[in-house]
């Protein structure tokens, strides 16, 4: 066919099958409303003779990623290997022959972006990466283009829907972490090993790349703050419910001024706060822009179809575009911006401990908190007395992570027990 | 200064003035990201010698709308004039004469799209929108652009903000219409010709527009089935809360197989649909797609600022563009995709009824709505025997609407009075 567009695959897993179906059942629309064709010509597999549920041409197989990088037809590459190697260095050799790439893979991208947009830039290929954050939710494009008229100064992501499906399910049901995990694993919800997403990696790969668009400065994953949800306790989701807060595992990027934040924890927010009703495998992301205000970008993050929704909108976008564009950051406009680790925040914290039941324990304790300029701004005490120990719980004002945290250390068992500490997001 | 890029405005409120302040305020962030720099040239207003809040330089400002029209160095025009004419006529103008428009004009776009696409397309000019729906909220490019790879089957819009500030009102305090109404003028919320908002006239605008992108058929302004919420009663809405159900002007498009259904009325939504939430002045858009599956957009749909942050976006975009797009229509693809208009359609239902209490009655208006294939999903009877006479309110299943409407009108007072009927989406 004349004027057809040749396309390459590395990998065809779950994701990949899911692209070639949708290119496949939407070629006439595409055509009609776009007037590009497209045709896999071939796709790199790890084993040719593997029986996969996607019914490509046994001929455009391939374990040689020469035989892709070599084919001066194939002008675009859809990546789906994910992980960091050796997609990278695959990615980097097709950008390096001149291959525009479009990826959902937000490790090799979030710790090797510089060195991918260098070599785009240097061949003149494109760099196409929607799919790299949130699946469906087109927050890439929309933080770049249809906002790029803002100054955005904050943003909330829930952008692992194993983790918010776990913590929706013990917020719902009052069920335990461990519990939840393995009925999740069971359902194919959450993986055999569920590290990089209970443990807030794969948000922290994702906050990285929101953020250093949002802020128009390079964030490296490296300086994200991370805490996962294994340490999170029923009790602490119970109390949170009873005082008006939901917990979701955000991924947190803040700017004030000349200095930027990121950090991914389980966070209290409250119950009317929008992002609270994100439930289940849903992804969400919660910005604010100075001219804009305050948007929010709900969707599906995950599955097949949903992000083939997003590569092959960025595979159309990329064959039609006269040239490529690349995201420009401001860390040369404004140099003095922090991109240092941050290690220290301002925010408002949730403590729950088990007290001596006697008189002055409570003035203690806030005697504590104020010698590190922590201030109250609410405190229950919850059930009985058992063992002569009463659980309380305090929500305290905006206070430093740091400061906090040595208040928190200070308590002494004859006063009371520190069983949790979480943080808040008030806005 | 060289390279600058000369702008022309049509108008100059509260939108406009909104727009000069962002290109200032962020002008050096504009250079940096794009390069691009921007100068107001002329602003064609009314009176050149009425006091205004924004800055502009005397000179800039003219009545003649020529002027700007035959400035060959103006490439721009930015509309905020508003309405139909004289908006409508100074666009396809500005057009015709080459000059790329970016409008938040909605009335003059959804009545007269073709025109104005056709003289954009013969002189080469490119016509940008964004603003024109939904505010800061990007659903224009979204839809046209990121989720382009989609067969969108179903769009549901909360998309006027005064009448969704009066919705809520009325929701979370129980007050009547009229009194919301009039604190909502006194606060500045609501105009004081509120019509085109309140009788839905605003959404059915924004829906037309909405729906011929997202169905790639152009769905004509006339073909918006449109009530407004003159006529909602608080009881309505306090009954409706006891069922699990929350009212929203919703504007609501359906595509089913080559059928197009395109409505705006008082609705009935679950309390646990993401619309649910949207309260206030905030503008919502929920949608689903064939591949991307469920997503919703939320943000301010109003306002100086918001609006200008989807203006300066669309004129940063208009002015990187090597060459403009306009949107597909498939109507030429499925030239039988049905746009005609749609005075029926299956929903659920809410009836309100002060029967007769006696034996027989339910059993009556069942059988009358069976009749008409109408099948009761939950009944409830609400408060005492007043006068012989007692509140029932029924949800249905779906029903034709023709059905319903013919069903409530064989309901005879010696059995019961129908009160309210209002429209129910459970999906």
């Known amino acids: 066919m004349d ?51 996607v019914e490509l041409p046994q001929e455009v197989l391939t374990s040689n990623v020469n035989d892709l990088l070599e084919d001066e037809e194939i002008s675009i590459i859809l990546e789906f ?48 990466y929607e799919a790299a954050v949130c699946g469906a939710i087109p927050i890439i494009h929309t933080i770049e283009d ?27 049901e009052g069920e335990e972490y461990a519990d939840v995990l393995k009925d999740a694993q069971r359902l194919g919800l959450a993986e055999p090993d569920p590290a990089s997403d209970v443990e807030g990696l794969d948000a922290a790969y994702k906050l990285s790349i929101l953020a250093s668009l949002a802020f128009h400065g390079r964030v490296p994953f490296e300086n994200v703050y991370v805490e996962g949800i294994t340490g999170v306790q029923a009790e602490d989701i119970r109390c949170g419910q009873e ?3 939901t917990l979701k595992l955000l991924a947190i990027a803040k700017r004030e001024g000349l200095k930027v934040e990121t950090r991914v924890h389980p966070t209290f927010i409250r119950d009317d706060h929008p992002m609270a009703n994100i439930n289940g495998a849903f992804n969400a992301v919660y910005l604010n822009g100075h001219a804009c205000g305050e948007m929010m970008f709900m969707g599906r993050g995950a599955g097949d179809l949903p992000t083939a929704s997003a590569i092959v909108s960025d595979l159309i976008r990329a ?46 304790v806030a005697k504590t908190f104020a010698d590190h300029n922590v201030s109250i ?32 250390k200070e308590i002494t068992p004859d006063v009371a027990t520190v069983e949790s500490l979480l943080r808040v997001e008030e806005d």
């Open 146 to 172: 249809s906002l790029q008229a803002n100054r955005i100064d904050r943003l909330y992501g829930i952008v692992n829907g194993t983790t918010n499906y776990i913590l929706t399910r013990m917020s719902k």
């Open 243 to 245: 005082l008006g807060y």
């Open 377 to 408: 701004a609410a405190m229950q005490q919850k059930g009985e007395v058992k063992n002569g120990r009463v659980t309380l719980v305090f929500i305290t004002h905006a206070a430093y992570e740091k400061e906090m945290q040595a208040a928190v």
């Open 81 to 128: 290997l994910g992980g960091e190697e050796p997609a990278y260095s695959y990615l980097l050799a097709a950008l390096q022959h001149g291959k525009t790439v479009v990826t959902a893979n937000k490790v090799a991208f979030a710790l090797h972006w510089h060195e991918l947009q260098k070599a785009a830039k240097e061949s003149g290929a494109g760099l196409y």
């Open 3 to 53: 004027g057809v567009i040749k396309v390459g695959f590395f990998g065809c897993g779950n994701v990949g099958g899911g692209v070639y179906r949708l290119m496949n059942g939407f070629a006439k629309e595409i055509a009609h409303r776009t007037g590009l064709r497209f045709e896999v010509k071939k796709v790199l597999v790890r084993d040719v003779n593997k029986k996969r549920d």
């Open 319 to 364: 064959a039609s575009a006269p040239k490529h564009c690349y995201p420009t950051f401001e860390n040369d406009l404004y140099p003095t911006v922090s991109l240092e680790n941050n290690t220290d925040w301002r925010c408002s914290f949730y403590v729950r401990m088990l007290a001596q039941d006697q008189p002055g324990v409570l003035s203690s």
